[in-house]
Nanobody, 127 residues
Framework: QVSLVESGGGLVQAGGSLRLSCAAS????????MGWFRQAPGKEREFVAA????????YYADSVKGRFTISRDNVKNTVDLQMNSLKPEDTAVYYC????????????????????WGRGTQVTVSS
């Protein structure tokens, strides 16, 4: 059974950095896209970044381009999200997810296309 477990959240001041990690197990992820989403209180879950498990293709929401970097380690089966220059509006619960729906951006950016989800990790950015 596929399991995704996030770690690395916390409290940081604006302008600071955090690194989130997602440990994936219980499946073969070769054809999957691994994504990071976030959800702030009262708001819908929104796409942050994604990466193909095989290959180097990455995807980013406009709001995080140039500040966040997604990467993966196929040996450790982890997907990391390095977040720099954090802003208070980045405050949210961050979720790791896995999708086999395909590689078009429109598919990758839609939460409904993801089959597996972690429980999330809280990121709070103070001003």
């Amino acid at each position: 059974q596929v399991s995704l477990v996030e770690s690395g959240g916390g409290l940081v001041q604006a302008g600071g950095s955090l690194r989130l990690s997602c440990a994936a197990s219980g499946g073969t992820f070769g054809n999957f896209v691994m994504g990071w989403f976030r959800q702030a209180p009262g708001k819908e879950r929104e796409f942050v970044a994604a990466i193909r498990w095989s290959g180097s293709l990455t995807y980013y929401a406009d709001s995080v381009k140039g500040r966040f970097t997604i990467s993966r380690d196929n040996v450790k089966n982890t997907v990391d999200l390095q977040m720099n220059s954090l802003k208070p509006e980045d405050t949210a619960v961050y979720y790791c997810a896995a999708s086999a729906a395909g590689y078009r951006y429109s598919l990758v950016a839609a939460p409904r296309n993801y089959d597996y989800w972690g429980r999330g990790t809280q990121v709070t950015v103070s001003s």
